[in-house]
């Protein structure tokens, strides 16, 4: 009864279907990037009839947009804030635009520089993105219409352009 | 005693839907995000199945729900835009579409080459543009 019982075992131990513990690998490649995002969209105010601004003082939002890089010194951003609208109705007189950008916010102690080190010339300011990570520019502008004339009514749309070039 | 305890649990229940709604809301509202995204940054040009020209391929990401097309550009070091033949000039794009597209130069001018850009093309109601160039070294 013993020997049988040793022989079923056996025969049951031998039968069985083994493990294998296998290692599943995830793979991934982290490419260099620059990845630039719409935080907020522009709003402009309207404090007095001759003039449109995007300050929050102004009744207006400020566009915020944020350069994503993996690369540490491999970038360029440059804003640019609008010098004309691309929507609006008919004007007559001419507009006076005026704008700046600034670092908001950044994703590192270390991009603490960026704002001293920028570069302004004409309506276009230059950031070296020197280091890896995240950093938020808002750019606020200031249109304004003629010698205190009032805007004509209708809906105004202006363009920040957001460029992220490779050094 | 039991009344009490069911009272405590259907107060639970309503706290927990009120909670999900209000979450619900915030999501609803929250400001959307978009994005654009062009890699890679250093492209390699390679001889193209034809004799005298050379080609690269860039991949681009469309993130931005307001763009549906970005144009492509190819320029020089001092931004002055050199020939170039793609399968589209301007690309159009769906909202998370990935689309990679091949840049033919002309060996005559493939030294010159230093930058291949694209350019959001906006639309109505978007108030930033945006562009990325990667730079040929």
């Known amino acids: ?167 | 005693m039991e009344v009490a305890t069911l009272l405590s649990y259907w107060l639970n229940v309503l706290l927990n839907k009120l909670k999900a709604l209000v979450s619900l809301v915030l999501i609803t509202l929250s400001t959307p995000v978009y994005s654009h995204e062009m890699t890679p940054t250093y492209p390699v040009f390679v001889q193209s199945f034809m004799a005298g020209i050379s080609v690269t391929t860039m991949n681009l990401f469309n993130k931005r729900a307001d763009v549906a097309y970005y144009e492509i550009g190819v320029f020089d070091s001092k931004w002055e835009p050199i020939s170039f033949v793609s399968q589209y000039t301007v690309i159009p794009m769906k909202y998370l579409d990935t689309v990679a597209f091949d840049v033919y130069v002309s060996n005559l001018s493939l030294a010159r080459v230093e930058y291949i850009c694209s350019v959001s093309q906006v639309q109505d109601g978007a108030t930033v543009a945006s562009k990325i160039c990667s730079r040929v070294k």
């Open chain 1, 1 to 167: 009864m013993k020997t049988k019982l040793l022989i079923l075992t056996s025969t049951l131990l031998a039968s069985c279907a083994p493990a294998y513990a296998a290692d599943t690998p995830i793979t991934g490649n982290v490419q260099t990037r620059c990845l630039i995002t719409t935080d907020t969209n522009g709003v402009f105010g309207n404090p007095l009839p001759s003039k449109l601004s995007t300050a929050s003082a102004d009744g207006g939002v400020v566009p915020v947009i944020r350069y994503d890089v993996t690369l540490a010194d491999a970038y360029l951003a440059k804003v640019t804030t609008p010098t004309a609208f691309s929507t609006s109705p008919a004007l007559s007189d001419s507009v006076t635009w005026t704008g700046s950008t600034a670092v908001s916010k950044t994703s590192d102690a270390a991009m603490s520089g960026y704002e001293a080190a920028k570069i302004v010339y004409g309506s276009t300011t230059q950031f070296d993105l020197t280091k890896a990570g995240s950093t938020w520019f808002s750019s606020e502008s200031t249109a304004v219409y003629g010698v205190s004339k009032s805007f004509v009514g209708g809906s105004y749309t202006a363009i920040v352009l957001a460029e992220c070039i490779a050094k």
